[in-house]
């Protein structure tokens, strides 16, 4: 029905990042925020159970640990722990009944902003120095070091654990687990890989396992897992930030950065129609039928193609519909244009002085000095009015951009107010300021 099932807001202050589910039973749902705290939900009721704060930076990251294989997680029991990586350069792993932090491991030089959970308590991040570390969530200590030449968006674990497969600028990158070395590189797409994650293969062996790659030029990959291999390209209108695959490969999910979340899904075919269906030499890996499910992104007409100077000729105009020009808006002005083009000039810098905006004030002064109302604009003033316009010029005559307008309305204020001196304390106050101000430059 693609409806929303459940809106988790409570407990998250900021921008939340990495939603996961805890594998086994999915329900606890764990996200981390913006300013670094670590929230665990509950599926069912959607309440905050834990909040989780130790992070002293954005939290990018979270993770359960299973004591599945990589790529079997969901055979898991439900476990009582919690992983996450964040942009103060730590991996944290907490126990989530209790809230309590029990490792802060620490090794990373920049960013954490790629977590997995590699087999048990072993843990693989990536980070913008560069590296993809493996850690013991035991210890609290990092027992390898894997260097990539380039920042790190993503890290996904083989189906076995016993490789890892990281985003690195438009490639992606096979690093053996236990060796720590490189094994292959895949030039995915034309623009960074912003994902990679694994389809698991049938229990049966039917189906083999897959990795996928998101990539910021709108493109969803399918490879295979032995050859690496490219299977299936789907093109996508917007760039993709992540994607994911249902266990039972019915669903293919994708989000992009403009916010959208696509979900396509298999059709159900019958077994007649599936007896009837022409023998095809393509994997039977399930992935293969999302492509009908998936719209041809229309090419948008652009001035550098031919048919854009085309549209529109061959089609027929109705002559019993009316067609109605779109009456021409009038653009909406600020308040102290609307009296410049009045020639109202002390209302335009009282206007241009309630913004607090020095660039507004210092275009209303440009202004009137090309118009010869600066004076005008001066002139009249109680002693409030004029010690707020020498404070505000006071403030800003150390910017270069704007000394010259500030100097030159505070030596109109002092060629009109002059003889005033000592009348007022307030304005006695505002230009003894101005003086040192004056002084001090």
Known sequence: SNRVLRAFSRGMNDIAHCGTFRPGDGKLLAAGCEDGTVSVFDTTSGSVLRSLKGHKASARCVAFPTEASGGEAGDAAPTTRLVSASDDMTLRVWDVPTGVEERCCTGHGDYVRALTCVVGHTYATGAFDHTVKLWDARAGKCVKTMRCGAPVSCVSAFPGGAQLAAAV?????????????????????????????????????????????????????????DKLEALHTFRHPHALTSVAVSRDLATLATGGEAGVLALRRREKHSAS?????????????????????????????????????????????????????????????????RMLRRFRYAEALDAALETRRAAVVHAVLEELATRGGLAHAVAGRDAASVSRLVIFATRHLHHARYASSMLGVLARVVSEYGAAVGASAELDRALLSARERLRAE
């Open 169 to 225: 600028g438009n490639e992606v990158q096979i690093w053996d687990v236990l060796a720590g070395k490189l094994m292959s590189r895949v030039i995915a797409h034309r623009k960074a890989v912003s994902c990679v994650t694994f389809a698991p293969g049938a229990p049966d062996g039917s189906s083999p396992s897959r990795m996928l790659t998101a990539g910021l030029d709108g493109l969803l990959k399918v490879y295979t897992t």
């Open 273 to 337: 129609s599936t007896s009837k269906a022409p023998p095809t030499s393509a994997p039977n890996d399930g992935l293969a039928e999302f492509r009908e499910a998936l719209p041809r992104a229309e090419r948008a007409l652009t001035a550098s193609s031919h048919r854009y100077f085309l549209r529109g000729q061959k089609s027929p105009i109705p002559m019993d519909v009316a067609v109605i020009a779109d009456k021409p808006r009038r653009a909406k002005l600020a308040k102290y244009d």
